[in-house]
């Protein structure tokens, strides 16, 4: 069983940088690849940025690709998401989940969900 919290939303301005902090709860915490999602209103969930369970493996959404930047620290039990040059069209709630399944870019595949945290980025 994995619980996860995530931090580290609200609101900054077009241009600026965010860091999302997602804290676990659990001794598989580290056996687990991690994925960061974000939802806007009216909108379906939509993947953003995966890391394997050792952080060696990472991968993004091409909307994020060169913005954005996912890492871990399992002797913290806590994933990241470095969010640099944030536009508007970043606005969501990212939401931090876990899996055991090497199929990132699916949230069906992910065992385990944060509550979510808003960012919101004004014009």
């Known amino acids: 069983q994995v619980q996860l919290v995530e931090s580290g939303g609200g609101l900054v301005q077009a241009g600026g940088s965010l860091r999302l902090s997602c804290a676990a709860s659990?001794?598989?915490?580290?056996?687990?690849?991690m994925g960061w999602f974000r939802q806007a209103p009216g909108k379906e969930r939509e993947f953003v940025a995966a890391i394997g369970w050792s952080g060696g493996s990472t991968y993004y959404a091409d909307s994020v690709k060169g913005r954005f930047t996912v890492s871990r620290d399992n002797s913290k039990n806590t994933v990241y998401l470095q969010m640099n040059s944030l536009k508007p069209e970043d606005t969501a709630v990212y939401y931090c989940a876990a899996t055991s399944f090497a199929d990132w870019r699916t949230a069906d595949k992910y065992d385990y969900w944060g509550q979510g945290t808003q960012v919101t980025v004004s014009s």
């Open positions: 659990g001794r598989t915490f580290s056996s687990h690849d």
